[in-house]
Nanobody
Framework: EEQLVESGGGLVQAGGSLRLSCSAS????????IGWFRQAPGKEREGVAC????????YYAKSVKGRFTISSDHANSRVSLQMNSLKPEDTAAYYC?????????????????????WGQGTQVTVSS
């Protein structure tokens, strides 16, 4: 299984922005679909967004649509999550995970959520 590394979290005021990055522990991604997920304290992990890097198909959870943008930087082998208009309820540990060559969508996001192992993630805290 491809190992991914998250970065870019931090503390921000409500209404602010953060940009998260996901990179492969090797030099390049092996997988086409990459997803972002988050888990708030006391809550289940949930899917946030995904992208199929080959054709830039994207999917967003309803709670973040219009505020978050996922993008793929092929040159630097990085998938980013631009988060704007952040709300206190966006506070969570954010994780990225790979979905092989299954097209990005709610289906693969649901499958990825069944993973047993997750990386360290990056913490996002939004203050009110």
């Amino acid at each position: 299984e491809e190992q991914l590394v998250e970065s870019g979290g931090g503390l921000v005021q409500a209404g602010g922005s953060l940009r998260l990055s996901c990179s492969a522990s090797g030099s390049t991604f092996d997988d086409d679909t990459i997803g972002w997920f988050r888990q708030a304290p006391g809550k289940e992990r949930e899917g946030v967004a995904c992208i199929s890097r080959s054709d830039n198909t994207t999917y967003y959870a309803k709670s973040v649509k219009g505020r978050f943008t996922i993008s793929s930087d092929h040159a630097n082998s990085r998938v980013s999550l631009q988060m704007n208009s952040l709300k206190p309820e966006d506070t969570a540990a954010y994780y990225c995970a790979a979905g092989g060559r299954v097209p990005c969508g709610i289906g693969i996001m649901t499958i990825i959520l069944m993973k047993d192992y997750w990386g360290q993630g990056t913490q996002v805290t939004v203050s009110s």
